[in-house]
Structure formats: structure tokens, C-alpha cells
């Protein structure tokens, strides 16, 4: 049976530590919460704790508001319903719950304020951010044990304010980066009809290939919508970089950005320029766990990027993802979905008990969203079989601007009457493509013509006003001249729209 060398650490610092002899602990109105044979696993969770008191882990709760966007009120596990009641929440507005992972906490990393700046810009809601940072300093399992009376906690404030308020747990959205999107999750069994969550990166060790009662799962909320950014399995991973994040989907939907691993602008040379980009503090984490922070930055630019909303496609791998075969939404419209702020569009589909793996690309750095497209080469006939080898670059002209694709990563072959397509982005919107120039490279010296009979280019865009369902333009460009010759630049020209 395969074991992870890092839940084998894990488990061995664990034994070093002493396992915990007792299988439950009572938290006074929390309930007792004990260690079952489901979170027992003698590969991927061999060991077990129980959370630390309430008042070391000492979970805590900033409330912002447009009324207060700068002073959040701090309440407290231990906070009263008058507390509550002299505090700025307001019931009648959505509410927004967000919490963090392992070593991590409101003050030592900027992302939880910036994510509350951005809902507070963008909507009128209720911002509450979750700090339960001495319940993150210790071990890793201790922390991973700490998560299930993090999310009680979270459940228990739920309850006050709805009993203090009225306020309806469906209107609230919550949010957990790594074992925070656990935590969210324990939160959602315990609350009665919470509207939705939002799973970043969900952390993998001690989680991976365990029963939903262990881990974030669908049944937690109304919809539940993962993203995945760092899920390099720990087996691949013994002379590499390990993933931190789940493989296993954990949602209604789950969202597998760049193939849900190796994020674009985290390789190593990228990784220690954010030390000058984001300064020592922030850029220490991103040289650590990159890929990890990633699903952070996603979320955080699908809400203040108005001008681009990253879309996913169902597709049953990656790579025939980025070969174009997988960029339709379906009969039914579920087989796409908006990945982030806009997610909840998907929503109505929530009931499919299907899998649901939405692949996309991004771009490397801000603004992540990729504008993306679908582009097909279709190659005329000839007589007899033709083969054409080469590059192939186009120029995409649009409304807003020029950008230039490169369809083929290294020099492929081409056969007459054939149909070739691709998955392109540009980084930022051009607007309607309104024509196209056409490169094919074989070298200055080479006599290589392609018989091209036409190129299509479908916008994969998010249409905000019936959402979930991508632009239907699908473009057709032909060129002036039946054949392409090779280092010689040819305008397409459009010659239908479907």
C-alpha cells in the first residue's frame, strides 16, 4: 500500500509527542466531540487528537461592515447575544465568513483584509473575519484536531446571531483557505441550511482519501465550491515540491485551475521576486507555498476584476482541455462554470450528484483571469495526403486591442483536409475579435506551404446577464490565399459568424 513520506513524518513527530489516549472531550454548550473509527486511517490518518480548550484555541471574530470598514468590532467564542446586539451586523444583508489555515492568522498575512475590503467594495454585506490563531502554533495534527471545535465555534456564532437577529444562515457565504476550508466545513454540518462555502485549497494531509464526515464535502451546505491550486499528490512528489492541497474533489463543483497544480508565476525564479513585489512577510509564504496561495489570489481577483470572470470546463483531463476538445457548456448549460465570486451561478445544478471537475487557465500574475479561447485550424483538401511542418502564431484583432498566441509549443506536423484545435488566452480583453493575421514558421530557408481552408475562434467568455452560459459567437476567418506560405504573414479575414 503506498504510504506519504509527509503523513509518515507527521505521524512520527506525532508519536514523539504521545497520541492521545482519551477519545472525547466535552466543550461545555459545544457538545463533546470524540475521535471515531471514520477519522482513523493507518495510512493517510494514523494518528488522532482532540482540539485544545476553548479558551487556548481562544477562536475570535472581527465583524465589518460599510458602517465600520476600518474598525471591525471584536467579538469572541465567549461573546454574549447582547454583545451581538450592540455590535454593527445587520441581518437583513448578506453575510461573509472567512478563516484561515495552519500557521496563519488575520495579522500575519494581508489576504483576509484585503478579501474584506473587496466584498465591502463590491457589495453591502456583513464581513466576518475568523482568527483562530492559537489554535494554528502548535503541531500540525494539533492543529488539524483543532479544526473540528474551530468549526463548532463558527456554528455556535452562527446560532447567536440568528437567534440574537433573525438573521438566515442561507445568506451567509463562508470562505477557509487550507484547514480553514475544513473547518467551514464542520461549521456546515452543524448549522441548519448554511447557504454556501467556499473551499480554498483545501489542505490534504490527514484529509485526503478520508470519509466525508472527516472532511469538507457537498453535504455541508446548500453548494459548495472548491478550488484547487496545489494538489501535487504527495506519491509524485518524494524529490519535488509536495502539494499541499486535496486532489480528491470535495464540492458540488470543483474548479482545477492550470490542472490544479504548478500555478503559473510560481516557479522558483518567480517565487523570490515576490520578496520585492509583496514585501518580506508576504513573500516569504509565496517562496514556500506558492501554489497554496494561489486559490486566495483567484478568489480575491474574481471579486474586484469586473471585466473578466475566469470560466471552467468540464473536461476529463487537463490535458485534452488545453488541446480545446472540452469548451462547451452542454445541453444543459452545467457543464461550465464561473470559478470564484460568480460560482454561485452554477448553483441550480447543485442536485447532480455527478463529479464535477471544471478545468481553466490563468494568467501568472495580475490580473489572473485568462481571457480564453477556443481556436480550430481547419486545413483545405489536396490532392493526395500533404503534410506541412511548422509553428503556427496568429494575431488576434480585436476591438479593444491586438495580442499574439502561439498555438504550438514546438514544431508540429499538419496534414491536409484536417481539423487542428487549441485552447489560447491573452492576458488581458481585446474585445470582439474582429480579424486575425496568420503566421506558420518552418524557417527562413524552407519552402513549407499549408493548405488552409479556414480558422475558427470561439470566445470562452462568461455572459454575466444569463449566467453560466459562455458567448455563442463562434467566428470564422478565412484566408486571402488558399495556401499559407511559410515566414509569411497573412491577414484572415471574416467570412461568417455562427
Not at 488575520?106 to 456583513?126: G, H, P, S
Not at 452543524?190 to 490527514?206: C, F, M, S, V, W
Not at 490535458?319 to 452545467?334: A, I, Q, V
Request: charged residues 20%.
Amino acid at each position: 500500500m503506498e504510504v506519504h513520506w509527509c503523513v509518515l513524518l507527521l505521524s512520527m513527530l506525532d508519536a514523539l509527542q504521545g497520541e492521545t489516549t482519551n477519545d472525547s472531550r466535552c466543550y461545555g454548550p459545544i457538545g463533546c466531540i470524540k475521535i471515531t473509527s471514520d477519522f482513523y486511517h493507518k495510512t493517510h490518518r494514523p494518528f488522532n487528537k482532540l482540539p485544545n480548550t476553548r479558551e487556548q484555541i481562544n477562536t475570535r471574530f472581527r465583524l465589518f461592515t460599510r458602517s465600520n470598514r476600518l474598525e471591525g468590532d471584536a467579538l469572541s467564542w465567549s461573546s454574549t447575544e447582547r454583545d451581538i446586539r450592540g455590535s454593527h451586523f445587520q441581518p437583513k444583508r448578506p453575510t461573509k465568513l472567512i478563516t484561515h489555515g495552519w500557521i496563519d492568522n488575520i495579522d500575519l498575512t494581508d489576504w483576509m483584509i484585503e478579501m474584506k475590503n473587496a466584498y465591502l467594495a463590491k457589495d453591502d454585506c456583513n464581513v466576518i473575519l475568523v482568527d483562530w490563531k492559537y489554535g494554528t502554533l502548535a503541531s500540525y495534527s494539533q492543529a488539524v484536531a483543532n479544526v473540528r471545535l474551530v468549526g463548532a465555534e463558527i456554528a455556535l456564532f452562527v446560532d447567536k446571531l440568528r437567534n440574537t437577529t433573525g438573521a438566515d444562515p442561507m445568506t451567509f457565504h463562508a470562505i477557509g483557505h487550507s484547514l480553514g476550508a475544513h473547518a467551514m466545513g464542520y461549521a456546515g454540518e452543524r448549522i441548519n441550511k448554511l447557504g454556501r462555502i467556499t473551499g480554498l485549497d483545501p489542505a490534504e494531509p490527514y484529509f485526503q482519501h478520508l470519509p466525508p464526515s472527516v472532511r469538507i464535502d457537498p453535504t455541508d451546505a446548500d453548494f459548495v465550491d472548491i478550488i484547487h491550486t496545489d494538489s501535487t499528490p504527495y506519491s509524485e512528489s518524494l524529490f519535488s515540491p509536495f502539494g499541499m492541497g486535496m486532489t480528491d474533489p470535495a464540492g458540488h463543483v470543483d474548479f482545477y485551475p492550470n490542472g490544479g497544480r504548478d500555478m503559473p508565476g510560481c516557479g522558483t525564479g518567480n517565487r523570490f521576486l515576490h520578496i520585492l513585489t509583496d514585501g518580506l512577510k508576504n513573500g516569504v509564504r509565496e517562496i514556500v507555498s506558492c501554489n497554496h496561495q494561489r486559490a486566495m489570489k483567484y478568489m480575491l481577483d474574481s471579486i474586484v476584476n469586473p471585466d473578466c470572470v475566469p470560466l471552467g470546463f468540464e473536461c476529463p483531463s487537463y490535458e485534452d482541455f488545453l488541446k480545446g476538445y472540452c469548451t462547451g457548456c452542454g445541453p444543459d448549460g452545467s457543464a461550465c462554470a464561473p470559478m470564484g465570486y460568480h460560482a454561485g451561478a452554477w448553483g441550480p445544478f447543485r442536485n447532480d450528484t455527478r463529479v464535477r471537475k471544471m478545468h481553466l487557465v490563468t494568467n501568472a500574475h495580475k490580473p489572473f483571469c485568462a481571457q480564453q479561447y477556443r481556436i480550430a485550424i481547419h486545413t483545405g483538401p489536396t490532392k493526395g495526403v500533404h503534410r506541412t511542418k511548422g509553428d503556427i502564431y496568429l494575431t488576434l484583432k480585436g476591438s479593444k486591442g491586438d495580442a499574439r498566441v502561439e498555438l504550438t509549443q514546438k514544431s508540429e506536423t499538419f496534414l491536409s483536409n484536417a481539423v487542428y484545435t487549441f485552447l489560447e488566452r491573452t492576458k488581458t480583453d481585446i474585445g470582439d475579435i474582429t480579424g486575425a493575421d496568420f503566421l506558420l514558421s518552418s524557417g527562413f530557408f524552407s519552402d513549407e506551404r499549408l493548405p488552409l481552408h479556414h480558422v475558427e475562434i470561439q470566445p470562452l467568455t462568461f455572459n454575466q446577464t444569463t449566467p453560466s452560459l459562455i458567448s455563442s459567437a463562434n467566428l470564422k476567418f478565412r484566408a486571402s490565399t488558399p495556401e499559407i506560405v511559410s515566414e509569411r504573414r497573412t491577414t484572415l479575414h471574416p467570412c461568417c459568424h455562427e
